[in-house]
């Protein structure tokens, strides 16, 4: 799915590029790195991340422990939910191997293995998680797992994700991660490899640089989506959003093509 069509040839005339519907329960799409709101609504509502979540889990295990780190596998991180990697208990990962995957393919286990292993117990890690929420100003958060698990009390709003991905993308081992379609990750001992891909379908194009896919019946399709092109970065986050992966680029075509109109104004202003 590529992003260019043929939003992006308003630019081209200098005319403002007609502004697509927005169906979604919450949406917030921004520049970086100055945050400038391109557009938005219901940003400050709060409703279910889903695996939006996982962003955060990342950043607080980046910055509790060195990604060389090992973790051991205990029976009580195994989800059985959503096995995503079939982990076993007494196995070895490396903290960066189990980091990315949930950031590619969103694993509820290795997040679980994670959490346990940097908290200790995982109520000690998702209050770490909420520390961070309420040091950074992201006051329409809270969470109640590490993985985004539908809970009562477990929410956030398309703002405070925007703002939380901007501190995370400027994480270079995060970037990387959230910017990789497929890679193969092993036990410590080599006994047995994982290949994860992508949860991601938008990452079929190469503008686009991550972020973060998420779902569940409540919280319903959900998405972070990072594009560079033209020297431009555009950031994307979606709640509940319907048909996802074609709205999504069409709302980032559109962003685009409004900064490409207003630069070229701009120029002949000058």
């Known amino acids: 799915m590529l992003l260019g069509g043929a939003v992006a040839a308003s630019a081209i005339d200098g005319e403002i590029p007609t502004k697509p519907p927005i169906k979604a329960s919450a949406l917030y799409m921004i520049e970086l790195p100055s945050g400038r ?9 709060r409703l279910p991340p889903a695996s939006l979540t996982k962003v ?26 959503t096995p995503t990697l079939e982990l076993r208990p007494g196995e070895q990962f490396l903290l960066r191997d189990l980091l990315a995957a949930m950031l590619i393919t969103s694993a509820n286990d290795a997040c679980q293995a994670v959490a346990l292993h940097i908290g200790g117990e995982a109520a000690t890690f998702v209050a770490m998680m909420n520390d961070r929420a309420r040091a950074w100003g992201l006051a329409n958060t809270h969470f109640v797992n590490a993985c985004g698990f539908d809970a009562p009390d477990h929410y956030s709003t398309a703002a405070d994700l925007a703002t939380l991905t901007m501190r995370a993308l400027q994480m270079p081992a995060f970037a990387m991660m959230v910017r990789t379609v497929t890679r193969e990750i092993s036990t410590v001992d080599g006994a047995r490899s994982v290949t994860l891909y992508s949860t991601n379908q938008l990452m079929l194009d190469p503008d686009i640089t991550g972020v973060k896919t998420g779902y569940t019946s409540k919280a ?7 594009m560079i092109k033209d020297g431009r970065h555009l950031l994307l986050v979606g709640l509940n959003l319907m048909d996802r992966w074609e709205q999504a680029a069409s709302l980032l075509r559109y962003g685009h093509a409004l900064l490409q109109t207003e630069s070229q104004r701009s120029t002949i202003d000058r």
């Open 37 to 45: 709101v391109l557009m938005e609504k219901n940003a400050d509502r």
């Open 56 to 81: 955060m889990t990342v950043l607080v295990a980046l910055e509790s422990a060195p990604l060389q780190q090992i973790v051991h596998i205990e029976p009580r991180a195994l989800n059985r939910r």
């Open 220 to 226: 319903g399709r959900c998405l972070i989506a990072s």
